[in-house]
């Protein structure tokens, strides 16, 4: 039956299964490189953009509005592949995008430049190190001094 | 001034801002393949028993509880890399799979084993396409016939 388990799980139909918050999460890699540059969320008509026009659009969730990635900066993403897990709450897309590459709005290539040691208590001892992931533009530029 | 946007962004404290139902989303990457085989969640327990042990630990938010993944299946992740992005609100760990190599309740290596055709409006003629990513193990024998 459309909509139970086994459909949702293994069937062939898009059935996205949004959350209370009306958004599905969505990881975005680096065509190239592989690398995770973006976690982001669509709600229903980020979504359904983003499949029509094959570039990414989101929902975003600090500004409350639709947000076609690139609109402001320059950096669009060409939608290499998407993918949908299996209880179609979350999307996965390889992207292609344009510009300085840019995935971040600190500038950078991807949002994931800080790593977090592991094996160890958390404690305030504990220093999150830099990738060396610089920007690649200047969001104070592009984005304005806020 | 800790808490402050350029600390979140800028700095080296991990300052997780949970959302308002306590979590954030982990994306989780096979250390070999670059894939991404989970999107889960961690709230400040899972996140800090992944940090302290090195191993994926994580927030059923359907069965809600705290789940250390493997602990049934077999299928522990050790965790090779951890990242926190821009915001402090998604996490990304690179992982190496236990047993099977399994990281999908369905058996199969990863969640995302079907693929979404872009560049179409949504449509009910819209089809989902399988990637061949066959389980590596029976569910119901070890999960139970549920």
Same mark, same amino acid.
């Given at each position: 039956a459309p909509g139970s388990h086994a459909e949702v799980e293994e069937g062939t139909a898009l059935m996205p299964r949004f959350g209370a918050d009306g958004l599905v999460a969505a990881v975005v890699t680096d065509f190239e490189t592989g690398d995770v540059v973006m976690l982001a969320w669509m709600n229903e008509e980020a979504l359904a953009k983003t499949i029509e026009t094959g570039e990414g659009w989101y929902w975003s /969730? @600090? /500004?409350k509005e639709l947000w076609h990635k *690139?609109?402001? @900066? *320059?950096h669009a993403q060409t939608v290499k592949e998407m993918r949908v897990d299996c209880d179609q709450d979350a999307i996965w897309i390889r992207v292609s995008t344009a510009g300085t590459g840019a995935n971040c709005h600190t500038g950078r290539k991807g949002c994931f430049y800080r790593s977090v040691p592991v094996g160890q208590p958390v404690s305030p001892e504990l220093k999150l190190a830099f990738t060396g992931d610089e920007p690649l533009f200047d969001p104070k530029a592009v984005y304005g001094d806020s």
């Amino acid at each position: 039956a459309p909509g139970s388990h086994a459909e949702v799980e293994e069937g062939t139909a898009l059935m996205p299964r949004f959350g209370a918050d009306g958004l599905v999460a969505a990881v975005v890699t680096d065509f190239e490189t592989g690398d995770v540059v973006m976690l982001a969320w669509m709600n229903e008509e980020a979504l359904a953009k983003t499949i029509e026009t094959g570039e990414g659009w989101y929902w975003s /969730r @600090s /500004r409350k509005e639709l947000w076609h990635k *690139g609109a402001t @900066s *320059g950096h669009a993403q060409t939608v290499k592949e998407m993918r949908v897990d299996c209880d179609q709450d979350a999307i996965w897309i390889r992207v292609s995008t344009a510009g300085t590459g840019a995935n971040c709005h600190t500038g950078r290539k991807g949002c994931f430049y800080r790593s977090v040691p592991v094996g160890q208590p958390v404690s305030p001892e504990l220093k999150l190190a830099f990738t060396g992931d610089e920007p690649l533009f200047d969001p104070k530029a592009v984005y304005g001094d806020s």
